[in-house]
């Protein structure tokens, strides 16, 4: 069954989290007190509501105790907070939030926020990624088509070779690092170094090959 979730604000960092969510095949419900933006909304989102996420009434009745993940986008602290409380009282397994401060952070973590970001350090799209997949677990955007990933090894990888696995071939991506647990890198990996169980792969490909990887019930 798919994961559920609802974003809350769309400005540029909302609306980002958004959209990639959804071209990921994501079910998105998004929330905003602009008519304007709702209406731009409706060309992407699964679903679009216009209300005001301070108000505890209109997110009840939007049902969002169902979903599985909010992501708090809004731009003003005070509302940011209460549309978190909100979430967090409605028993969403993880919320997110779009910090302003340091102190704004901290507030948040205090009142039990599963996660802070900082716009300027953690871009839309590989929050979203983040979201995505508990294999990924970081995603760097190096351009609209490209980015690299860190994921874990599934546990079919375990034990076999670069080249068993044959990643460029099955999901057109390319393996730039390996991990292991000891916290060494292997920057030049080679065809015949074998995958642990415990590894994490670090591999660039386009946007639409990792999301593949991420989709995969292979992975």
Not at 90 to 111: F, N, P, T, W
Request: with cysteine; net charge negative.
């Amino acid at each position: 069954m798919k994961k559920q979730y609802v974003v809350i604000g769309l400005g540029r960092f909302g609306t980002s989290v958004a959209k990639t969510l959804v071209d990921q095949d994501a079910e998105v419900l998004v929330i905003d007190a602009n008519e304007e933006k709702i209406n731009q909304a409706l060309s992407y989102a699964t679903h679009a509501v216009q209300a005001d996420a301070t108000d505890e009434q209109a997110l009840k009745s939007l049902g969002i105790r169902n979903f599985d993940v909010a992501c708090v986008c809004l731009g003003e602290i005070q509302s940011s907070i209460m549309a978190a409380l909100i979430c967090k009282d409605q028993g969403i397994d993880l919320v997110l939030v779009k910090a302003q401060s340091e102190v704004h952070a901290k507030v948040l973590y205090k009142m039990g926020v599963d996660k802070v970001v900082f716009p300027e350090r953690d871009m839309g799209i590989r929050v979203a990624h983040n979201l995505l997949s508990s294999n990924i677990l970081d995603f760097i955007e190096l351009s609209e088509d490209y980015g690299i990933a860190e994921l874990e090894v599934h546990p079919a990888w375990a034990g076999q070779t670069l080249i068993d696995v044959d990643f460029r071939k099955k999901y057109g991506i390319n393996i730039i690092a390996i991990k292991n647990a000891s916290g060494s890198v292997n920057v030049s990996p080679l065809p015949g170094d074998i995958i642990m169980s415990d590894d994490v792969l670090v591999v660039i490909g386009s946007e639409e090959q990792i999301g593949k990887l991420e989709r995969s019930g292979e992975r």
